[in-house]
């Protein structure tokens, strides 16, 4: 078979050699980029014709674009950078091409809003001039990688992929096993908690780019009005590909859908710097069981907060490889690699900051085969990436007197009075965080994350490593990335302590922690060789808490409804959360943001029972942006594009305008609607209203009670 293509492919090869002389090239990798682009982009738009269908066409299409918007652009940049096969092994590329194609869909996505659809037209589908855009770069860095690859004289690397004949034994099964485990836990029950006002914010925002919750793209969406642009655009492709069709077309499984997919993402990088940096495959085997079990890891993978979890973490992990690479090799194309992901970083959030004090610690450790000089190198590079957010801020506070919530931070702390989303307190305010009181609540935070078992296997690993680093008898292989692991820790640790938490803001730590934890484990299991009795009680007990690790994981994930969510948790400032292992095995910090309140039911019963002429009275404590989500009210960003023709899809009004007017509903209803935790603050105004009007009937919906009130 491959004497027959070649055979078939030398007529192309001998008139490419009459245009491009001494080149020997093999475009198979590149015309199957471009036929799956083309591919997705006629079945979107067969598609969008048709309109939204659950149909055989619509899983082709969301996996026809995925696979092209999550490879194609990206694997081609990585020709260009690394065009021998042997300069980068397949799974390495295959995550920077991840990478890179992520982050192409930030200029490609704001190319179509400043040449195409400019600052009004903003409710339609994004996706066709998307795809379009992103054929012509693909075609531009598929001639650039034609003349460097000529140049080298090579064939397609994705065509060089073989099979290993130890595809089939016992680890790789393992491997595969785990990846199925990490994909179930992340998927199922997906849709089950209630969006919180979080997450439906920076989607409704990420949907359509729009640059605040207010109408607007004022500046185009080069950055946003709170942090980085990144996490949003990388968003805005993913459910453009699952959806088109408008943010109210999503479900709450496929809004969150897109984070899993990026923790899958995380969890394949992480398991290919196991693989690549330790001689042991079970090290990367161990890493991949932890993180597949391990709730924090679960967490970033549901909750959709673009400039955090999942979204700042892919990148956090690729900076990460990208620089241990450059250390390893330092060659000018891994210098370019790991300054443009780490840059990725900063333009999904400032706290990327912890990667400069990693880095410059990698960079002075290296220093006697790596010039200094080139930490600025590098340094100049991740701020050329990081640019764009600067020229935002730059504008917005020349003409506005604002800034973004990292910048206004920092400006705070500087002492100048700005304009910005977050009030200048808590977290946000004019003082850094007390760091030994924060530190201390960091600490009970991530037990509840982690759970306890997990939590104190990691610090005796932490403390083995730093013990035999310290004494210089582990392998030296394993020396300078365990370094690594514990300094990009320590960075983050001391940045939270200095400028408090939330519990989304570290769930990257989990990747270092079972780093540690299975380079300890299996290092101590070999020197523990010829002592079978403690061999076994040490596998005893890694498996009870591998066991526990995986019940905790469930309990929270799985069976949300049973767990009653006392708010947020977890926070620098507010109340520790001690660990109770038995009592409560599931984290309460994470119920604070995965939750079911009852909005489904809600929104079932006002279909069921409410009719045009009724007016819905809410509360005045319950989310607007909920509302927006589950009820189609009030979303005044519509309401001023769309102008006199927008509709609610309810008349309703808030308690606080029924006790100054009275609401006259047109021959209908008034369906006061509260939630039930907040009954007793709003005894007074259900007693106002039962002056006014006459009870029909009272109901509990779940979290809600509901008076009706007839005219």
Same mark, same amino acid.
Request: with cysteine; aromatic share 16%; charged share 20%.
């Given at each position: 078979?491959?004497?027959?293509n070649?055979?078939?492919l ?8 009459l245009?491009?002389?001494?080149m ?9 980029l471009?036929?799956?682009g083309i591919?997705?982009w006629?079945?979107?738009?067969i598609?969008?014709?048709?309109g939204p ?31 021998k096969?042997?300069q ?8 920077f091409?991840?990478?890179?194609s992520?982050?192409? *869909?930030?200029? !490609? ?5 400043f040449? !195409?659809?400019g ?6 589908v ?9 054929? +012509?770069?693909?075609v ?15 064939n ?13 034994k ?12 990490a994909f $179930?836990? /992340?998927f199922?029950?997906l ?10 914010e920076? %989607?409704?925002?990420a ?15 080069i950055?946003a ?13 993913l ?5 088109p ?9 496929t ?5 899993v997919l990026l923790?899958?993402?995380?969890l ?13 495959? *079970?090290?990367?085997?161990g890493i #991949? ?8 890891s679960?967490? %970033? ?7 955090d979890?999942?979204y700042?973490?892919?990148?956090l ?9 450059? *250390?390893?090799a ?9 300054? !443009?992901?780490?840059g990725?970083?900063f333009?999904v959030k400032?706290? %990327?900051?912890?990667l400069i ?20 190198v ?16 730059v ?9 973004d ?8 702390l500087l002492?100048?009075k700005?304009?910005?989303l ?8 004019t003082?850094?965080a007390?760091p030994?009181t ?7 935070? #991530?037990?509840?994350?982690?759970n306890?078992l ?7 690993s932490i403390?083995?490593?730093v013990?035999?680093?310290?004494l ?31 519990? $989304?803001?570290s769930?990257y ?15 101590? /299991? ?5 002592k ?8 005893a007990?890694?498996g ?6 995986? $019940? ?11 767990w009653?969510?006392q708010?947020? /948790?977890?926070?620098s400032? $507010?109340? !520790?959360?001690?660990?109770s292992p ?8 994470t119920?604070?943001f995965?939750t079911?309140?009852? *909005?489904?039911?809600?929104r079932?019963?006002?279909q ?17 942006l909920?509302? /927006?989500?589950?009820l ?7 309401r001023?594009?769309?102008g006199?023709d927008?509709?609610?899809a ?6 606080s ?13 008034i369906y ?5 935790n ?29 008076? +009706?009130?007839?005219?």
């Open positions: 078979m491959e004497k027959s070649a055979q078939n030398a007529p192309i090869r001998k008139r490419i050699s245009i491009f002389p001494k020997n090239l093999d475009f198979r990798d590149y015309g199957l471009l036929s799956l591919w997705a006629i079945i979107t738009a598609s969008i014709r048709i269908t659950q149909s055989l066409l619509e899983i082709i299409r969301i996996i026809s674009v995925l696979l092209y918007g999550c490879f194609a652009i990206g694997y081609t940049v990585t020709t260009v950078l690394f065009p096969s042997e980068i092994s397949f799974g390495e590329r295959l995550c091409s991840l990478g890179f992520l982050l192409s *869909w930030y200029p !490609i996505s704001f190319v179509n809003i040449l !195409i659809e600052r009004q037209d903003i409710y339609q994004h996706l066709l001039w998307e795809i379009i855009i992103s054929l +012509i770069l693909l531009i860095l598929i001639g650039i990688s034609i003349l460097i690859r000529g140049k080298s004289g090579r397609a690397p994705l065509f060089e992929v073989r099979i290993g004949e130890d595809v089939f016992k680890r790789e099964i393992y491997i595969l096993g785990f990846f199925m485990l $179930y836990l /992340r199922m029950h849709g089950d908690p209630n969006l919180n006002g979080d997450e439906f920076v %989607a409704y925002r949907y359509d780019l729009v640059d605040g919750m207010q109408a607007g793209r004022k500046a185009y969406f950055s009005t709170d942090h980085g642009p990144l996490g949003f655009y990388m968003w805005h492709f459910a453009q590909a699952i959806s069709w408008g943010v109210y077309s999503l479900s709450e499984v809004l969150r859908l897109p984070s923790g899958m993402g995380i394949y990088i992480t398991y290919t710097i196991g693989k690549k940096w330790f001689a042991s495959a *079970w090290i990367s085997i #991949l069981m932890i993180l597949a079990v391990d709730q924090y679960i967490l %970033a993978s549901k909750l959709v907060i673009h400039p979890l999942a700042f973490t892919l990148f992990i690729l900076a990460v490889q990208s620089l241990l690479r450059y *250390w390893e330092p060659k000018t194309r891994n210098l370019i690699v790991a300054g !443009i992901f780490s990725c970083v333009l400032f706290s %990327a900051v912890i004090p990693f880095a410059l610690a990698g960079f002075i450790v290296k220093r006697k085969n790596i010039p200094i000089s080139k930490f600025l590098w340094g100049s590079l991740v701020f050329l990436m990081f640019s764009p957010v600067v020229f935002f801020n504008n917005t506070y020349i003409y506005a007197h604002y800034l919530v990292p910048f206004s931070r920092v400006a705070r002492g100048f700005v304009d910005s977050m009030l200048p307190e808590n977290i946000y305010g003082k850094l007390d030994l924060t530190f201390y609540e960091l600490i009970w935070m #991530l037990i509840d994350q982690w306890v997990l939590f104190s296997l990691g610090v005796f403390c083995y490593v013990t035999i680093l310290f210089k008898k582990l392998k030296s292989e394993y020396h300078f990335v365990l370094m690594m692991m514990l300094i990009w820790m320590a960075s983050a640790v001391l940045f939270l302590s200095l400028n408090g938490f939330r519990i $989304y803001y769930a730590l989990s990747i270092p922690l079972a780093i540690i934890i299975s380079c300890s484990v299996i290092d101590l /299991r070999e020197r523990l060789q010829n079978k009795i403690v061999r076994r009680a040490g596998a007990l890694l009870i808490i591998f066991a526990y690790t995986f $019940y905790y994981s469930y309990q929270t994930h799985f069976k949300i409804s049973d009653i969510s708010g947020e /948790r977890g926070r400032g $507010y109340s !520790i959360i001690l660990p038995l009592r409560q095995p599931y984290s309460i910090s119920l604070g995965l079911d309140r009852g *909005w489904r039911e809600l079932r019963y006002v069921q029972n409410v009719q045009d002429e009724d007016v819905l009275l809410f509360d005045s404590s319950m989310s607007d909920s509302l /927006r989500w589950y189609h009210v009030g979303d005044e960003v519509r001023f594009y769309i006199e927008y509709k609610d309810y008349s309703f009004e808030y308690i305008s029924f006790e100054e007017k009275k609401i006259n509903p047109k021959q209908g209803n006061l609607i509260f939630p039930l907040k009954e007793a603050n709003y005894i007074e105004a259900t007693a106002l209203a039962d002056q006014q009007q006459k009870i029909l009937a009272q109901n509990e919906q779940d979290g809600f009670g509901i008076y +009706i009130f007839e005219d």
